[in-house]
């Protein structure tokens, strides 16, 4: 049998297997050296071995894009729920959570400014009782520094 009667017996039988065709694939399953594809005998099982290659290019190339395809449709699906998701979190339960939080923290302070008035009113008692002047303290409520006042140590 011919090198190319084997090289082409070699091609189909790499096509029908799914194999990687190239030049010296065929070649070597052959059992021919590669550099006879530059004689012109050789030339129509060349042309065959890259039209083959370039069909299993194109094959490849239409299989990952149906990969690919299928990857954004499931990445699309997961960010429809991701999103779905998100508006149920950042709804009006949210809001109200919110609006209550910031009702307790107001609450807190005007608890902690009256705290501090009722000390503020026991320690001029204390003082007074003890003889002492009563304790005057300005404050500005604005920043709440103290302007002026009677300390005691």
Same mark, same amino acid.
């Given at each position: ?88 979190? *950042? ?36 003082? *007074? ?22 300390? *005691?140590?």
């Amino acid at each position: 049998m011919s090198a190319v009667k084997r090289g082409e017996k070699a091609l189909k039988s790499m096509v029908l297997a799914g194999v990687k065709v190239t030049k010296n694939a065929v070649a070597k399953q052959a059992n021919f050296s590669h550099t006879n594809f530059r004689y012109p005998e050789f030339a129509d099982l060349k042309d065959d071995i890259e039209a083959a290659a370039a069909k299993q290019k194109l094959d490849k190339q239409n299989s990952d894009i149906k990969v690919l395809k299928q990857k954004v449709t499931n990445l699309e699906v997961n960010l429809k729920t991701a999103n779905k998701a998100n508006k149920e979190l *950042h709804g009006k339960d949210n809001k109200s959570e919110i609006q209550q939080l910031m009702t307790k923290l107001v609450e807190c302070y005007r608890l902690n400014d009256q705290l501090k008035d009722e000390n503020n009113d026991l320690k001029n008692q204390l003082y *007074h009782k003890m003889g002492a002047e009563e304790e005057q303290l300005k404050v500005d409520k604005g920043t709440g520094e103290v302007i002026s006042g009677i300390f *005691h140590k």
